[in-house]
């Protein structure tokens, strides 16, 4: 559905993205990178909001830059939730829904759909500048699904939500791509991403750097010893227990934190499972316990420093 | 590692059988016409009432109608019923301007800054099409707070003074009620939306225009003071109306075939009675100020994200 190639595009003397090339099938394909990697550019090549300096960019084979055959079938969720704040969030959908095309009995039906396909029933009489950043959320989400879209382009569909409404949006998400359209959610928190979809493109300072499952490029990960922080009142006799594992390899403490420990171990997953074991013989009080290398950064680090 | 849960699709690609458009098959023929109703609803909700102040411009003259029935013409002076209208048209201006500031200076402007063009420029609608939405708006608005009040005295007239003569200049005084009441809601509508779309603030963009509108006012009384002193008598008068509120005012009088007045009698300047100003470069800075107005607003819509404090 959605073709890059090649496709680059220059801020003046600033690369937005550089040289990629990819496919975006049907179902649900993340775009995943940190700020500054080009996600919101690489979306508005998509949208047409921008044309792309070089190469091309193709959205049901056409080129969507101020492409209205293109518009018709593609819906697009910012991550901007400015919006007519005087509005209600009903009036702004059928505002977004005439503009789509549709008018009279069928944008009423849709635009009900919509709303309720969202959750937003009961604040849709109210105006947009009293909803909180997660009905904004889903209001943004209705005007882009109104229409029906076959391509669904969501620019950080999760940021500023609360877990529930994460949760809630992550499940709408998932439910929209089981209908067979091509979903495209940009994000730079890796753990949202894998909660709705294994098939990402890994971008890095404008360039492709990774594309296909996500759980593959864990495995990657895991292949480079991990990094846990715990927290304790007991830090040397819980890091003299986890010194029994083989897998442990190193433990280290902070100066500056006299109750932390730091622990590098080659198998993450025998770690979690042996950890509560030895917490719970030892008896020892967990304050603080934190993943280092659970994070997007440390996947562009290992891809990038091998 | 979250597993995946168990709504989410199997695999990459949930459903690859084909499957058929079912949205929309095609666009609306009149696709501005979305942008120009959403625009007015919102106006009408925040600045109605400003309207309303239109009407009060059109009360002095009815009321000066209305007294000239008690009036002897030798005190009243002799009055065409059209430079009543004119009286009215000229009072409407300030108004007119004062709606345009509040309307049209934001109208584009107020899109930029609720970031609505990212969501708007990929709908089915070109950038040509908004033009036009938002351009047609601001002249609805003010074409029709122009004309309406107008019409209303037309109205009263038509009810009240045909034993004075005005069924004799009925006809003749409706196409040019019309067409003085296009001419502001053109201006404006141009040159306010041209000052928008340069901006990411309404505030911004209502202090522009506002400082815009007064600026050249100022600057145009000034230029016809200078050519007075240089012995340019004679283009003074159209010197002067070099501004957007002179070209108004000025064409309006060719309209209306209306000399500026206070009280029914002809204001003066310089000892002698204020001429009309030359109706051709009215008309062409007129058409300059849209041109440049609509130009200005073509090259500066664009899905920009402004980003708020």
Redesign the interface.
Known sequence: MISLRNASRWYGQVIGINDITADLPPGLTALLGPNGAGKSTLIKLITGILRPTTGSVLVFGERPFANTKVYRRLGYCPEIDGLYESMTGREFVTAMAAVSGLKGALLRKKVDEAISLVGMEAAASRVIGGYSKGMKQRIKLAQAIVHDPDVLVLDEPLSGLDPIGRRDMTNLICSLAQQGKCIVVSSHILHEVEQMTSNILLLYRGRLLASGDVYHIRSLIDKHPHRVQIETSEPRLLAAELMRFPHVVSVRFSDGSPNQVEVETKNPEAFYSQLPDVVLEGDFEITAFESLDNNLEAVFRYLTEG | ??P??E???K???????Y?G????????RF?WW??T??EI??VF??VWLLGLLVIFAYLIPGVQLYLRSFIPPEIVGERSFASYFYTGYSGSLFWLFLVALLIGAPSIAGDN????L??????????LDYLIGKLAAVFFILFGMSLIPALALYLFCLGSFNDQGFSKEALGILPRIIAASLLPAVVHSSVAVGVSARSKSPMVATAVYGALYIALSIVSQIASNIVVDRGGQEVATTVMHLSISGVLSGIGQHIYNAQPSFLGQPLRIWGEPLPRPELLPMVALAAALCALGITLAASHIQ?V????D
């Open positions: 590692m979250n995946p849960d709504a989410q699709p695999g990459l690609i949930a459903d690859l059988s499957r458009y079912e949205g929309p098959l095609l666009t609306r696709r979305v942008i109703r959403n609803k919102l909700r925040n800054r609720a970031n609505a990212q969501i708007l420029l990929a709908k089915p609608i070109t950038k899905a994200e402004v980003v708020r």
